[in-house]
């Protein structure tokens, strides 16, 4: 099933069973699971008939297996989601667990259920011509939705209608430009395009300046930077790793990723510094050159980190760079050790 014909099931109230969300479009999925929430429950919260159950918890799959055979309250339906699964990686018991769940799931009709997988936690094979192991054993007992990057017309269309919804006219020439400079990635862009917006309403416009764009939006390495070290000092290591991972599939220099990581760091250590001196937000923004869109979003990544934890973050960071400059040691090692040492400070 594609991410339209299942908007078309939502918007026409066909979802039933179960549903394997993946691929690496992850806006489009959140979208389609708030349709089918709507679809499913309806409008506003329904603690006991919209669950989410995360295999960061315990005994995760017995919470799933009642959930799903529980009754909805006061409702015809009920919609469980289950997040957190790295199917390639499921244990045997967990697995055979699961897979006696979905075979099952015939027999509780009033439950839809959702397995909502994000980028590296399911390995589909080539598709449509080379699938998986995995996915065929999951395409017999639920319903599998691709979630594909969307094509370069498509991604230019939804831009200029993104753009279009908040009162603001997008060129598609423009819209290209923002692609190149920011991300294909829909929901990088959807934030890029929110900031844009208000920017040029701002200005009294209502048309979207090219020029406007650097200046006021975060460039591919600049919000790749920001993920990779938000993930750091968060201490996802795991986060951490498959996001460096992806870097070095899209063979990204080493030294170019560690630059980021320096520069994001840099900048949250510097305005972090210059709030807590006592200077405003505009006042930094005059003070570092930075625009205040910048300002705000390295004081946002700063909060709720001391000063010395950022200190010594860039020490780190100072360390490694040296070891890829004058030492033997393989570059991505280097990184690979630094992301450990970096998700411990």
């Not at 399911?122 to 691709?146: H, I, M, N, Q």
């Not at 979207?208 to 939006?217: K, R, S």
């Not at 760079?321 to 090692?333: E, G, M, R, V």
Request: aromatic letters at 8%.
């Amino acid at each position: 099933m594609t991410p339209k014909e299942l908007q078309k099931a939502c918007k026409s109230g066909a979802v039933k069973g179960g549903y394997l969300f993946f691929g690496p479009e992850e806006y489009m999925k959140s979208r389609c699971l708030e349709l089918m929430k709507k679809a499913v429950v309806g409008e506003g919260d329904d603690p006991f008939n919209h669950v989410k159950v995360s295999a960061e918890n315990s005994g995760w799959m017995d919470i799933l297996i009642e959930q799903v055979s529980s009754l909805p309250m006061f409702a015809e339906k009920k919609l469980v989601e289950l997040h957190s699964v790295n199917y390639n990686r499921l244990s045997s018991s967990d697995s055979e667990e699961l897979f006696a769940l979905l075979s099952s799931l015939p027999d509780y009709e009033e439950c839809v259920l959702v397995l909502y997988a994000v980028t590296g936690e399911f390995d589909e094979g080539r598709l449509p011509k080379a699938p998986s192991a995995l996915y065929k054993k999951f395409t017999g007992l639920l319903t599998p939705v691709f979630f594909d990057r969307e094509s370069a017309a498509g991604l230019n269309g939804w831009v200029c209608r993104h753009f279009a919804a908040m009162k603001v006219f997008c060129p598609p020439e423009t819209a290209a430009e923002l692609i190149a400079y920011c991300s294909e990635d829909m929901y990088a862009l959807s934030g890029e395009i929110e900031k844009l917006a208000c920017y040029t309403l701002s200005k009294g416009s209502d048309r979207v300046d090219p020029a406007d764009i650097p200046y006021v939006c975060c460039g591919k390495s600049i919000d790749g930077a920001f993920a990779f070290t938000d993930a750091l000092l968060a201490g996802k290591s795991s986060k951490a790793a498959t996001l460096l991972s992806d870097m070095k599939l899209k063979r990204e220099r080493p030294e170019t990723i560690l630059g980021g990581v320096v520069d994001t760091l840099s900048g949250m250590y510097t305005c972090k510094s210059l709030l807590e001196a006592g200077l405003t937000k505009e006042e930094i923004s005059k003070e570092t050159g930075l625009h205040s869109f910048r300002v705000d979003r390295f004081l946002k990544a700063a909060s709720g980190k001391s000063l010395s934890r950022l200190e010594r973050a860039l020490t780190l960071c100072m360390d490694a760079d040296l070891k890829i400059k004058a030492s033997p040691i393989n570059d991505y090692t280097v990184l690979d050790r630094l992301v450990m040492r970096l998700c411990r400070v």
